[in-house]
């Protein structure tokens, strides 16, 4: 299982980014597909998930109406698009995936929102 995020970078507040996540070594269209965020000193917490059809997405109340998830089942990749960045968004954004009980995780992509 491989997962790689991509799509990071420096923004400044009110701007966007669209994050991706790249998976192989396993089916993906099998599996939802998650997006979590670890800001400096904080635990890592859940941003938004995709079902496998993509129909459920639910998000965080704190990215709720800003960031959108999608996925392409035929591109194996799962996308997060990030509008209308807050300072409080600065974070590495991990991808992940629960196959059989064990968590795959990306390396993560660093999110800075700063002006």
């Known amino acids: 299982v491989q997962l790689v995020e991509s799509g990071g970078g420096l923004v400044q507040p009110g701007g966007s980014l669209r994050l991706s996540c790249e998976s192989s070594?396993?089916?993906?269209?099998?599996?939802?597909m998650s997006w979590y965020r670890q800001a400096p000193g904080k635990e890592r917490e859940l941003v938004s998930f995709?079902?496998?059809?993509?129909?459920?997405?639910p998000y965080a109340d704190s990215v709720k109406g800003r960031f959108i998830i999608s996925r392409d089942n035929f591109k194996n990749t799962v996308y997060l698009q990030m509008n209308n960045l807050k300072i409080e968004d600065t974070a590495v954004y991990y991808c992940?995936?629960?196959?059989?009980?064990?968590?795959?995780w990306g390396q993560g992509t660093q999110v800075t929102v700063s002006s």
């Open positions: 995709s079902t496998t059809t993509g129909l459920y997405t």
């Open positions: 992940k995936v629960v196959i059989r009980g064990s968590d795959y």
């Open positions: 070594g396993f089916t993906f269209s099998n599996y939802d």
